[in-house]
């Protein structure tokens, strides 16, 4: 009898060992905190980016053309802002860290599916990002 309740033991103090691994491991990996609200333009064109006291990165698709015209409005309220553009072939039209307030535009220099990474951090504020068609 005392040899099974040894057992029982054991595996009782294994069991208990995991859980808090779990529980350790779960709670040391970094959540989303805030919040972001990424909408796309019915016409495709475009995102508006709302977000608040975000920390977190996110990402957006897009199908762009060679000549076409990008128009950010970039408005931080506070935190930190990254933008990325790049695109599946290896290009990266832009790039830019600690972002605060402006309006810029991007021309894109090859046809390609692009993401657009923001990155943020306790940031609020929001991003226009509207394809305006091609240069000429």
């Known amino acids: 009898m005392l040899f099974g309740s040894s057992r029982i033991k054991k595996t ?3 069991a208990l060992s995991l859980l808090t691994l779990v529980i350790l491991i779960t709670t040391s990996c970094a959540a989303t905190k805030g919040s972001i609200v990424i909408l796309e333009d019915p016409d495709g064109k475009g995102f508006v980016i709302d977000f608040s006291e975000w920390s977190a990165s996110e ?3 897009m199908s ?3 000549g076409d015209v990008l128009h950010f409005d970039v408005s ?3 935190g930190e802002i990254a933008l990325n553009l790049s695109g599946r ?4 039209p ?3 860290n600690g972002i605060k307030l ?4 991007v021309t894109i220099q090859e046809s390609d599916i692009y993401t657009l990474k923001i990155t943020g951090k306790n940031a609020t504020g929001n991003i226009t990002v509207k394809n305006v ?3 000429e």
């Open 133 to 135: 068609g091609v240069s």
């Open 102 to 105: 402006g309006v810029f535009t």
């Open 76 to 78: 931080r309220k506070e």
């Open 94 to 96: 832009y790039s830019g």
């Open 64 to 66: 762009l053309k060679k």
């Open 12 to 14: 009782r103090l294994i």
């Open 89 to 92: 072939n290896g290009s990266e």
């Open 59 to 61: 990402e957006c698709k």
